[in-house]
Nanobody
């Protein structure tokens, strides 16, 4: 069992940046694939970024590459999402997810179905 707690969201002006954190507790964090998803008001949840359990492979949604950076610190049991040049359309609840599977290709890690545990989410609101 893994518990995930996101933090770092808030109200930010367009053009600003944020670093979201997801602290994990429970089983061995370093063995989990980790990802961030987001859900905007009235929209379905969408993939943002993922980092494989071994850390050297990362994937981003095509529309987000360049402004988002995912990283993990296994010593701190934490995964981060840095968002640069925030836009009003980035307004959403951002969720952290952990998966026990060993797959690491893009098609696998970008699918929400492979993640076993989810956090409660952190709200990001970007004002124009």
């Amino acid at each position: 069992q893994v518990q995930l707690v996101e933090s770092g969201g808030g109200l930010v002006q367009a053009g600003g940046s944020l670093r979201l954190s997801c602290a994990a507790s429970g089983e061995t964090f370093s063995t989990y694939n980790m990802a961030w998803f987001r859900q905007a008001p009235g929209k379905e949840r969408e993939f943002v970024a993922a980092v494989a359990w071994f850390g050297s492979t990362t994937y981003y949604a095509d529309s987000m590459e360049g402004r988002f950076t995912i990283s993990r610190d296994n010593a701190k049991n934490t995964v981060y999402l840095r968002i640069y040049s925030l836009k009003p359309e980035d307004t959403a609840i951002y969720y952290c997810a952990a998966g026990r599977g060993r797959g690491y290709v893009r098609q696998y890690l970008t699918s929400d179905g492979v993640y076993d545990y989810w956090g409660q989410g952190t709200q990001v609101t970007v004002s124009s």
